[in-house]
């Protein structure tokens, strides 16, 4: 089946957020969502999320899933607030728990903060499926940026991440804690195994230099031909060093702190302390 797929794309942070749809009926699935932050003042801001909302609303949808590809490091998520508003289930990749782990101990979380992954609803794993209305759902588990990203492949689409960019800006970092540029090379083949018209649905966009316009959909045919990290059967040795070498020039996302923190407990606030406040921390020459 072909889902009707909806975009809303966020400037500030270059993310592509995506409500994909049963064209048959009124089930739908919010992928990446993303709660606005202000990191100067600490606030947070729901009007990225409140448009999905409301276009939900207006098409008289109903939600059956809130999916995330990923622990995020450049936004946070709104899953909670959508869940709050909507209903649905909050969804992630079971490593969730590998991610928990290594950052729990990066922000001295302690014993309070769970590393079970049990503040999400549903931890997926490679060869799961769900459902929205009729529309099947599938989950390809494609490491390599993190430990725990998946791909979900719903109908002809398929919504990558980060691990694949547009063809002409290439694949995601992969020095983050956890991630592997030879994961991430055997993760992009497995999503390049897919027919080459199915849809992918990228989770952000740079505009690489000569284009004008944000883009986030391509085919697995057109980054099988085109990428130009992994297009044209580039081998592994030759991946693995393009990707190594330039991550080494790339510096840490603007909120990668706040984000990580506020990710790996499904789109919360660290619990407050006894004054009724919430803190983010930053840890000093760690990251």
């Known amino acids: ?70 622990v995020h490091a450049d936004h946070l998520s709104a899953a909670p607030y959508i869940q709050e508003q909507l209903g649905g289930k909050i969804g992630i990749g079971d490593r969730i728990t590998v991610v928990q782990e290594t950052f729990g101990k990066i922000f001295n979380e302690g014993t309070r903060f769970q590393r079970d992954g049990s503040q999400f609803d549903k931890l997926f794993k490679e060869g799961d499926s769900f459902h929205i209305g009729q529309l099947r759902g599938e989950v390809l588990h494609t490491p390599g940026h993190t430990p725990a990203c998946l791909t979900y492949v719903i109908g002809d689409a398929a919504f990558v991440g ?29 999503i390049l195994a897919l027919p080459d018209e199915t849809r992918i649905f990228v989770g952000h966009d740079y505009k690489a230099p000569g284009r004008d316009d944000y883009a986030w959909e391509t085919t697995v045919g057109e980054q099988k031909a085109l990428n130009i990290h992994i297009g044209k059967g580039r081998p592994i040795e030759e991946f693995v ?5 330039r991550d080494k020039t790339l510096g840490m996302p603007r909120l990668i702190l706040p984000s990580l923190q506020v990710n790996m407990r499904a789109g919360h606030m660290p619990e407050p302390e006894d004054n009724g406040t919430s803190y983010l921390k930053v840890p000093i020459n760690t990251l």
């Not at 966020?10 to 919010?30: E, I, K, L, Q, W």
């Not at 606005?36 to 109903?62: C, V």
């Not at 694949?171 to 090379?185: H, L």
Request: aromatic fraction near 10%; charge should be negative.
């Open 162 to 190: 980060d691990t694949l960019f547009m063809p002409d800006f290439g694949t995601a970092r992969c020095d983050f804690p956890g991630g592997s540029a030879e994961t991430m090379y055997a993760s992009i083949q497995k």
């Open 1 to 70: 089946m072909k889902p009707i797929v909806k975009a809303f794309f966020d400037t500030a942070t270059n993310t592509a957020s995506f409500v994909a749809r049963d064209p048959n009926g009124t089930s739908c699935a919010v992928i990446d969502s993303v709660l606005d932050f202000d990191q100067a003042s600490g606030r947070t801001d729901t009007r990225s999320a409140d448009e999905i909302i409301a276009w939900i609303k207006a098409e008289g949808l109903k939600v059956e899933w809130i999916l995330e590809t990923h």
């Open 241 to 245: 060093a393009m990707r190594e070498a």
